[in-house]
């Protein structure tokens, strides 16, 4: 007998429930012709219920959400509340309180796919960010000072522990030896500049590099690894970079990929509770259209899958999204104009599993 699942759905705010209801429509499909079960446990978390009762994430369903198997995600942000107040009240806080010190975002260009980079195949857009997803800018860490008068000054610190960011940097090597491709990793940093965090992060990186001697230690400037995304996406196998660097270069990765419709992503705790989601926002515009790239909530349910341990039935999601793409039915992956409605994406990748 296979194993049964706790995996607590949070479907969230906009189009996040219609995405993650084609996930879940594939990993159901598979699970039947499969040896594993899943039970999913619901939760009405996000805009809607913070304006009817003003809790965001109340303690009792964290404490739930501690033992659970896995969090599968859909999008956080309402157009009704300010910015900031759901981001760090529910995703913030649950990478935050789950240790999910890893953002693990693959940028992958699929075959069929269009990606802006008119020249490249996808042998040469094939990557992984391991973004540091617990300190850096993200901590909180700062104040004002005469705030509201015409000397106030803003202060916003990022904070690098030697712990967390050694604890990121040996995931990463070990995820380049694991994959087994060119066997280098890119520090992405800014050592000219920001001469105290990045020092710390190279000496981390150099010192853990002496346990890889398979893996080739790489560095780059941010602006630089930018650039080079851009120019040359083949040279990155596996880049590391903290929490604010690997946000803003993962969305430019997404977009090499072919935009947001198709980027995944994982916030994992490779020793606890880890959370699965598509790396695009709630896009309002889109609600309940029936529009909207389940492709990307797709590929994060893949990612789960994998990660909880049934990693061959996460790489047949992987196959099939590939598949389906193959086949040139899929005319975009942009909202709205893929040629497919959301619910008819999903029933096309679950029909090729
Ligand atoms: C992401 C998002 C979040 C982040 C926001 C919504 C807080 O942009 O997951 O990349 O900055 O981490
Ligand atoms: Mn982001």
Redesign the pocket.
């Known amino acids: 007998m296979g194993k049964t699942y706790r995996i607590a759905v949070v479907a969230g705010d906009g189009t996040g429930p219609e995405v993650i209801r084609e996930g879940i429509k594939v990993i159901d499909t598979l699970s039947r012709k499969s040896d594993f079960k899943i039970d999913w446990i619901y939760y009405n978390l996000g805009g809607e219920q913070y304006k009817k009762c003003q809790e965001i994430l109340p303690d009792s369903v964290l404490a739930e959400l501690r033992k659970v198997d896995a969090i599968y995600l859909g999008a956080?942000?309402h157009p009704d509340v300010k910015p900031g107040i759901l981001?760090?009240g529910l995703?913030?806080r649950l990478r935050f309180e789950l240790d999910q010190y890893i953002?693990l975002r693959p940028v992958k260009l699929y075959p069929n796919v269009a990606s802006p980079l008119k020249d490249k195949t996808p042998e040469q857009i094939d990557f992984v960010v391991v973004r540091e997803n617990t300190e850096g800018m993200?901590c909180g860490a700062g104040g004002f000072l005469r705030k509201g008068t015409p000397q106030e000054t803003a202060v916003q610190e990022s904070i690098n522990t030697r712990f967390g960011v050694e604890r990121c940097i040996r995931y990463a090597f070990e995820l380049t030896k694991k994959r087994n491709k060119q066997k280098k990793l890119t520090l992405c940093g800014k050592t000219n500049v920001l001469t105290y965090a990045f020092d710390l992060w190279e000496r981390a990186f150099y010192h853990v590099a002496k346990e890889y001697p398979g893996v080739k230690p790489d560095y780059a400037h941010v602006d630089a690894t930018c650039m080079w995304m851009v120019k040359n996406p083949e040279w990155f196998d596996v880049i590391v970079t903290d929490?604010l660097f690997g946000?803003i270069i993962?969305?430019l990765g997404a977009m090499i990929q072919g935009g947001m419709g198709i980027a995944a992503?994982g916030n994992i705790n490779p020793n606890g509770v880890s959370m699965f989601?598509p790396?695009g926002?709630s896009a309002p515009k889109y609600t309940n259209q029936n529009v909207i790239n389940p492709l990307a909530a797709i590929c994060a349910g893949g990612m789960m899958l994998e990660t909880i341990g049934e990693t061959a039935a996460g790489q047949k999601i992987e196959a099939a999204v590939i598949k389906c793409l193959s086949t040139g039915k899929i005319k975009s992956l942009a909202a709205g104009r893929m040629g497919l409605t959301t619910t008819e994406m999903g029933d096309f990748v679950a029909t090729n599993l």
């Open positions: 956080i942000g981001e760090k995703l913030l953002n993200y929490n946000d993962t969305d992503g989601e790396i926002g």
